[in-house]
């Protein structure tokens, strides 16, 4: 992140985060704490999970963070790659299967003009 296209996250901005919604703040720590703890999934796989979805959200933030804690958990730059790879299908899947919603439209307006 060092094209300043995104602010550089700080300690002074997570910590006017929390000043400003403390209990939201702690609600959301701790839900992210039990949401990415082992559990039927062990904790390097939701990381591995959250590494694509931060890809398909297109947050850097993310993709930053999970990447660095996968990393953490013990998941190989292998496997991360595979699994932005799954991401990428997934994003470009949804794009191809709306392709029905233009389809239909095309369909519905040839119609319209018999």
């Given at each position: 992140?060092?094209?300043?296209?995104?602010?550089?996250?700080?300690?002074?901005?997570?910590?006017?985060?929390?000043?400003?919604?403390?209990?939201?703040?702690?609600?959301?720590?701790?839900?992210?704490?039990?949401?990415?703890?082992?559990?039927?999934l062990?904790?390097?796989?939701?990381?591995?999970?959250?590494?694509?979805?931060?890809?398909?959200?297109q947050?850097?933030?993310?993709?930053?963070?999970?990447?660095?804690?996968?990393?953490?958990?013990?998941?190989s730059?292998?496997e991360?790659?595979?699994?932005?790879?799954?991401?990428?299908?997934?994003?470009?899947?949804?794009?191809?299967?709306?392709?029905?919603?233009?389809?239909?439209?095309?369909?519905?307006?040839?119609?319209?003009k018999?």
């Amino acid at each position: 992140m060092e094209n300043h296209m995104y602010p550089h996250p700080s300690k002074e901005i997570s910590q006017k985060r929390s000043e400003l919604t403390p209990e939201i703040s702690q609600a959301f720590a701790e839900f992210s704490k039990k949401a990415l703890a082992d559990g039927a999934l062990s904790a390097k796989v939701k990381q591995i999970i959250a590494v694509a979805v931060a890809h398909v959200t297109q947050c850097p933030y993310c993709i930053k963070g999970h990447t660095q804690s996968a990393l953490r958990h013990g998941a190989s730059e292998q496997e991360i790659m595979e699994a932005i790879w799954v991401a990428s299908e997934m994003r470009a899947g949804a794009a191809f299967a709306h392709s029905t919603i233009a389809l239909e439209t095309m369909q519905q307006a040839a119609q319209a003009k018999l």
